[in-house]
């Protein structure tokens, strides 16, 4: 006892955790630990909770659920927190090995094609961008041209450049270690979604634990 007393536990929750739908959770699957290594095995596979049907597909596990476990087995070790104090566990299903569906990828390709074609002309339209590059063409060549295709074509293959620079991404290629600017977008969207259901699941436990006193007063009278 005095021995655990004077022992220290650093552990980093990891931020988002995926399990399979049936299977526990234990330590392993949601944080990294510094310890002894004679306690490594033994906090490793503590189980922390067993995921039911009506917990959803997500659940939170913070630090406040994890101390009294670890504390169960190691009585009065002293538990320092690295990071984020939560992790959030998403059960997962079997997955369903399906072939890509051409029809879908051609379908969705042609969507996109378009709809990006349109939205450029569109603004093109707006901005009245062909009396823009007749004005350029007279100013660079002295003579005025109502179609100058030449500047077009080469100001429609930069528009294609430029996109593929400023996304740093062609099919599965990226130019450099820069995370491109979709990336981030998805980054910026996923923590979103996490602060979100982390908040979520911390109401949905304060309105079982005013649930909780309600009954018992309730079935004290």
Not at 41 to 60: C, V
Not at 61 to 70: F, K
Not at 144 to 168: C, R, T
């Amino acid at each position: 006892m005095t021995h655990h007393s004077a022992a220290t536990i650093f552990i980093q929750l990891k931020n988002r955790v995926s399990v399979p739908k049936g299977q526990g959770v234990m330590l392993r699957d949601i944080a990294n630990l510094i310890t002894a290594p004679e306690w490594e095995d033994a906090l490793y596979s503590l189980m922390l909770i067993q995921p039911k049907q009506s917990d959803g597909n997500l659940i939170l596990i913070d630090l406040l659920m994890v101390i009294p476990r670890i504390h169960e087995i190691l009585p009065g070790v002293e538990i320092q927190l690295i990071g984020e104090g939560r992790t959030i566990v998403q059960i997962i299903g079997p997955v369903e090995s399906r072939p890509p569906s051409t029809a879908l990828f051609v379908l969705v390709w042609l969507l996109l094609f378009f709809g990006s074609a349109l939205t450029i002309m569109n603004f093109h339209a707006d901005v009245s961008m062909q009396e823009v590059q007749i004005r350029i063409v007279e100013m660079l060549t002295g003579h005025k041209d109502e179609h100058p295709y030449l500047f077009q074509i080469a100001y429609s293959v930069g528009i294609g450049l430029g996109m593929v620079i400023f996304f740093n991404h062609l099919f599965k290629k990226k130019w450099n270690e820069e995370p491109t600017p979709l990336e981030v977008e998805m980054f910026l969207y996923q923590k979103n979604i996490d602060q979100y259901v982390v908040n979520e699941e911390y109401a949905k436990m304060k309105r079982r634990e005013a649930v909780i006193p309600e009954n018992t007063e309730g079935g004290g009278q």
